[in-house]
């Protein structure tokens, strides 16, 4: 299973970003697709999963801000970034669950400054 993300950049603060995340191989009983976060000095935390039946989480800070979607047929999970906020400054990386097995993207730089 590969994960490859695009998207990442640098905004000023309000300002949007798109990430993408393409999955490729055995895929078949993937189950959860999501996002995740890890600042400098920081730990890596959770900020959106989306379910195969379309049940969505949100970490609380970025609740009405951000959107997670997908693609089954491109097997592809997006993340709408709206309203960034510096704190919003991070490693993004896809995250992938297909049965038991967890699996990482190589992580997207996404830099919120003026």
């Known amino acids: 299973v590969q994960l490859v993300e695009s998207g990442g950049g640098l905004v000023q603060p309000g300002g949007s970003l798109r990430l993408s995340c393409v999955a490729s191989?055995?895929?078949?009983?993937?189950?959860?697709m999501g996002w995740y976060r890890q600042a400098p000095g920081k730990q890596r935390e959770l900020v959106a999963t989306?379910?195969?039946?379309?049940?969505?989480h949100f970490r609380d800070s970025v609740k009405g801000r951000f959107t997670i979607s997908r693609d089954g047929a491109k097997n592809t999970v997006y993340l709408q970034m709206d309203s960034l906020k510096s704190e919003d400054t991070a490693v993004y990386f896809c995250?992938?669950?297909?049965?038991?097995?967890?699996?990482w993207g190589q992580g997207t730089q996404v830099t919120v400054s003026s």
């Open positions: 191989g055995n895929i078949v009983s993937m189950t959860v």
């Open positions: 995250n992938l669950l297909v049965g038991n097995t967890v699996y």
């Open positions: 989306i379910a195969n039946n379309g049940r969505r």
